[in-house]
């Protein structure tokens, strides 16, 4: 999006509005993708990772809150290819817009650093960006539908697990991947490239087959997470952990592998469980990985400028070459 529109542009009614219709754009299309898969729990539909939700707390992170009628907009896109418009949907379209928009205040609250350098940002992004942010869009989609007795009330809880898990998952794997595909720079390092067509092979074998496999097998995907996460860092970890997840969401709306012979309510459970410990995982050791190097790197560098700062004091001492 960045490549869109450039920041000074912003500043122009033409290229703000031009930048909404992206944000918006982005936000529909992620939705469409996300509802390709859905889960029914006691007779509600929703997705087990929901990416818009992960698009919209990016475009805010990144643009700045301004962004917020994109982000309202492509709510409302999302909203008119599922049904007509009703006032009630104006509950949904509030909470999905308010969710993101208090996760990037909270962020920004605690200092948070879009370049995911440090644990902290890490940290800030899980548990205020994604747990506590999304406790908004998913109590006010789940009490719509209670209030307009579309819900058993001792469905409540279930359904609004999974509705809370899948909008959390939508920021803790597209947020870091949007924000790192800002950062990517061109030509790109292709120094480890043999390494990196070997680690995608295996995920590409190993993932599918675990994922698909009446022996429960999930805990293999951990193993490629580490690999990925220690050598190529947030760009290696979050891309094998949303292509686990999404495997892992084909195999449980369709029944099969670890997912088969459970009822709904435990194949939302074992997915999102699964779905949340790989992508929490993921997040942090990446977050751990990159301050170690940033710190590693910050010390190199000081020792280096410590040293031209002594050579150039030597050379410049009268006593060096003469008589003491």
């Not at 918006?24 to 818009?52: D, H, K, M, S």
């Not at 050791?285 to 700062?309: D, G, K, M, P, W």
Request: charged letters at 15%.
């Amino acid at each position: 999006m960045a490549a869109v529109v450039g920041f000074d542009d912003l500043r122009r009614p033409a290229g703000y509005a031009l930048l909404t219709l992206a944000v918006a754009g982005c936000y529909f299309a992620a939705g469409r993708l996300g509802l390709l898969r859905e889960l029914v729990v006691e007779g509600a539909v929703f997705t087990p990772i929901y990416p818009p939700t992960g698009v919209a707390v990016a475009a805010l992170l990144i643009f700045g809150l301004r962004v917020w009628p994109g982000i309202a907009l492509g709510i409302l896109f999302v909203i008119m290819s599922l049904t007509s418009l009703h006032p009630t949907a104006l509950v949904v379209l509030a909470g999905n817009t308010v969710a993101p928009v208090c996760a990037c205040l909270m962020l920004r609250r605690v200092g948070f650093r879009t370049d995911l350098g440090r644990l902290r940002d890490g940290l800030a992004l899980v548990f205020l960006g994604a747990l506590t942010a999304m406790l908004i869009s998913a109590s006010c989609g789940v009490v719509l539908l209670l209030v307009t007795d579309k819900l058993a009330s001792h469905s409540f809880w279930p359904v609004w697990l999974g509705w809370w898990v899948g909008d959390a998952m939508g920021v803790l794997i597209v947020t870091p991947l949007l924000l790192m595909l800002r950062t990517v720079r061109f030509p790109l390092d292709l120094h480890r490239w043999k390494e990196a067509l070997l680690l995608a092979a295996t995920i590409a074998v190993v993932v599918p087959l675990v994922t698909h496999s009446h022996v429960s097998l999930l805990f293999l995907v951990y193993p490629l997470l580490i690999w990925a996460a220690l050598r190529f860092r947030f760009a290696g970890s979050m891309l094998c952990a949303l292509f686990a997840s999404v495997m892992a969401t084909i195999a449980a709306t369709r029944e099969s592998g670890p997912f088969a012979d459970l009822t709904h309510v435990e194949v939302m459970m074992k997915l999102q469980a699964f779905n949340g410990t790989m992508a929490l995982t993921a997040l942090l050791l990446s977050s751990v990985i990159t301050e170690q190097r940033n710190t590693r790197l910050s010390v190199e560098q000081a020792c280096q400028e410590l040293a031209e700062v002594l050579e150039h004091l030597t050379a410049g001492d009268p006593r060096q070459g003469g008589r003491p």
